[in-house]
């Protein structure tokens, strides 16, 4: 599986920021391009703890292709090797779960400064899932550009627009089930994900 994930926010961390994060099932049948045939989830951020940034926001997408990706295997016959690809233009999320993440553990959530690891909560969520991922085969974080990670970013522009216009409000708890329909609960899916 091969997912385009991207966040992305507005008013950046201060009062009455929103924030938006999707994932982009890319449709391995078709051959690489702006144009690749795909399924997209995306939903707005909880700003019920935490204020909406865009480093939240691009750990939010992961968890989300995360999710997606431990989703679609469990409804998989005959179980095949999980291999997931997840690419994201965020170094700086790329670097938290693949890299980071396993220091500050060591740490007990220290920076080498000594502060607390900023949004622990979700680089831990992250972690957890690719655990569950990893059980059944293994999870790559690889960068993209801006410019190659389009449909992420469309998906995100969306939904923070119909935040902003008051069409879909933040929840408190998030819709655990990525690709299906839950406007209601505040996430959106774009396209028709064929049955597995």
Known sequence: MEFFVNGASRRNGQSGTIGAAAAVLKDLDS??????????????????????????????????ALKWALQKYNVLPPRPNMEVTIWSDSKYAISCVSEWVHGWVRSGWKTAKGNDVVNRDLIEEADNLESQAKHFGDVTYLYISRQHNEKAATACTLL????????????????????????????TNHGVEPEV
């Open 31 to 64: 051959p690489f391009s702006s144009s690749f045939s795909s399924w997209v989830t995306s939903e707005p951020l909880d700003d019920s703890i935490y204020p909406a940034t865009h480093q939240r926001a691009e750990l939010q997408a992961i968890i989300i």
């Open 160 to 187: 923070l627009s119909r935040i902003a216009a008051g069409m879909i409000y933040h929840v408190s708890e998030q819709d655990d089930t990525p690709g299906q329909d839950a406007v209601s609960s505040g996430t």
